[in-house]
């Protein structure tokens, strides 16, 4: 049985108020964080800002963002055994995120809300309370 390759994503990690940034699909109730794959050529930072402002319509300096950490565990949506591995960076930025074509809505998130993320969502909730940074 062959071994599906991990998928390589990046996400950003923007927290006010102890709650972090995470978007919904369109007509989807699951939140996930803002960020997607990264493409050929591309580093991990320099993904993250462009789906940054794909998704949420912020303008973010791939230098300026802090590696906080990596997640990898079983991909939403994909067969079982199909991992995904999230680079998540932390963004600072005092402009208002908001929701683009990709996006249906923005939401301020803490860990009360981690029943409604995939699993690295609910990773990166953990991970971010443990480092004191969100609820």
């Known amino acids: 049985m062959s071994q ?3 998928l390589l994503v990046s996400a950003i990690a923007l927290v006010r108020d102890r709650r ?3 978007v919904t699909a369109r007509d989807r ?3 996930y964080m803002p960020g997607g794959k990264i493409d050929p050529g591309e580093t991990p930072a320099q993904a993250a ?8 319509a912020l303008r973010l300096d791939p230098d300026t963002l802090e ?5 990898r565990t079983q991909a939403h949506g994909e067969p079982d055994g199909r991992h995904v591995r999230m680079a998540v960076f932390k963004a600072e930025t005092d402009a208002s995120p ?5 996006v249906g809505a923005v939401h301020w998130v803490t860990t009360a809300d981690a029943g409604r993320c995939p699993p690295a969502g609910r990773e990166v909730l953990a991970r971010l309370e443990a480092s004191g940074l969100i609820d």
Request: aromatic share 12%; glycine share 0%.
């Open 4 to 6: 599906l390759p991990d």
């Open 98 to 102: 908001a929701a683009s074509a990709e």
């Open 49 to 56: 800002a462009r789906e940054a402002f794909e998704e949420v």
């Open 29 to 31: 109730e699951v939140y």
């Open 20 to 22: 972090v940034l995470m």
């Open 67 to 71: 590696h906080l950490f990596e997640v």
